[in-house]
């Protein structure tokens, strides 16, 4: 069911849920969270679309904030509130409010979004592009528990990883930091199965991608080795070798879906990897509320130091430091291509 509210207010979008609910039989039960969504037209569609994916996972009451300021100062001066009612099959498992805030209310909106929060449940607010600088200091975002960003939307994402970094407050995240969880958890198991000393490590990616920066990241402040990160055409990150004194542990995924998995002493098996929708990243957030201590010790881990180098390949050092790297050599799957050759050869 939908209810279009041409300026109204937040008492009668409440009477418009509630009358929506009645009207369809839908009790205001089984809502786990409210989720905040602040955007402009342009991606509010795909928001809404990945929010109402994840409801299903986690329902939720999803309110969508769109704020247009105006462009003349007539426009900028006056105050509007319009909004569309969603409850029912159109808002997936749980109900959606469409707030488009006018003129000088643009500048007030959690003044429009509290009296819509659910009561005595958690708030996350999602910035899908242009996150404040500091998430927790925002308007909004002081109504939330969890607060996520995506650095990868930003016009410069290494910056994006430096403003996270220096604004860091528990609850934070990043769906940069979300899109490598199956690496992570790759890399993690096959350490688990190979129990011998890393020396160093190799990651390589597109440029400008920041998954790449805190993989490499991620894995200097755990192992504390040297991290090469090296620029390759992608998609996203395409490969990670972890050099050991038995041979090397290549992670090695060329098409953005299937990796190959090759270790010493065992034969190279192909795991699934693929790059996963905004969706599926929004619902892994929704799981855990609790502040991320992983992702604080690894974006503040050597951050300010990052340079963005995209012609080029950097090294991150055990104490954090970063510096390009003078020569990119080949790639993990270029040396295992060349080793085969080798072992085809004899």
């Known amino acids: 069911m939908k209810i279009d509210l041409t300026d109204t207010t937040s008492s009668k979008i409440n009477a418009g849920l509630i009358q929506a609910r009645r009207a369809i039989g839908t009790p205001a039960v089984g809502m786990v969270l409210t989720l905040v969504i602040?955007?402009?037209?342009?991606?509010?569609?795909d928001s809404l679309k990945a929010a109402t994916e994840a409801s299903k996972e986690h329902p939720s009451r999803i309110l969508v904030v769109v704020k247009r300021p105006g462009r003349s100062p007539r426009d900028r001066a006056m105050a509007r509130?319009?909004?569309?009612?969603?409850?029912?099959?159109?808002?997936?498992?749980?109900?959606?409010?469409?707030?488009?805030?006018?003129?000088e209310l643009a500048n007030h909106a959690e003044s429009v979004v509290l009296p819509l929060l659910l009561p005595d449940a958690p708030v996350v607010v999602w910035w899908p592009d242009d996150a404040p600088p500091n998430a927790a200091e925002d308007p909004l975002g002081r109504?939330?528990?969890?607060?996520?960003?995506?650095?990868?939307?930003?016009?410069?994402?290494?910056?994006?990883?430096g403003h996270r970094a220096e604004s860091y407050s528990p609850g934070d995240t990043d769906l940069a930091w979300t899109r490598i969880t199956p690496w992570r958890s790759m890399l993690a198991?096959?350490?688990d199965q190979k129990h011998s000393k890393i020396t160093e490590a190799v990651v390589d990616g597109e440029a400008?991608?920041?998954?790449?920066?805190?993989?490499?990241?991620?894995?200097?402040d755990r192992l504390g080795v040297p991290v090469e990160r090296r620029v390759s055409d992608g998609p996203g990150i395409t490969a990670t070798r972890l050099s050991t004194a038995d041979g090397d542990i290549c992670l090695d995924r060329a098409d953005g879906r299937l990796a190959e998995l090759a270790m010493p002493g065992?034969?190279?098996?192909?795991?699934a990897?693929?790059?996963?929708?905004?969706?599926?990243?929004?619902?892994?957030?929704?799981?855990?509320?609790?502040?991320?201590?992983?992702?604080?010790?690894?974006?503040?881990?050597g951050v300010k130091h990052l340079i963005s180098n995209p012609g080029?390949?950097?090294?991150?050092?055990?104490?954090?430091?970063?510096?390009?790297?003078?020569?990119?050599?080949?790639?993990?799957?270029?040396?295992?291509?060349?080793?085969?050759?080798a072992a085809n050869a004899k």
């Open 38 to 45: 602040v955007t402009d037209e342009g991606s509010a569609y």
């Open 81 to 103: 509130l319009d909004a569309e009612v969603l409850v029912g099959s159109e808002a997936g498992t749980g109900e959606t409010v469409m707030l488009r805030l006018h003129g």
């Open 143 to 161: 109504l939330a528990q969890r607060r996520i960003t995506d650095s990868s939307a930003a016009e410069d994402p290494v910056a994006a990883l």
């Open 189 to 191: 198991a096959a350490l």
């Open 208 to 220: 400008y991608n920041p998954s790449t920066e805190l993989l490499a990241l991620w894995l200097a």
């Open 266 to 271: 065992q034969p190279d098996r192909h795991v």
């Open 273 to 301: 990897l693929k790059r996963r929708e905004t969706s599926e990243l929004i619902a892994e957030e929704l799981r855990r509320l609790d502040p991320d201590d992983i992702y604080r010790s690894t974006v503040q881990f």
């Open 312 to 341: 080029g390949a950097e090294t991150v050092k055990p104490d954090g430091t970063v510096k390009p790297a003078d020569k990119a050599p080949a790639t993990p799957a270029k040396k295992a291509a060349a080793a085969k050759k």
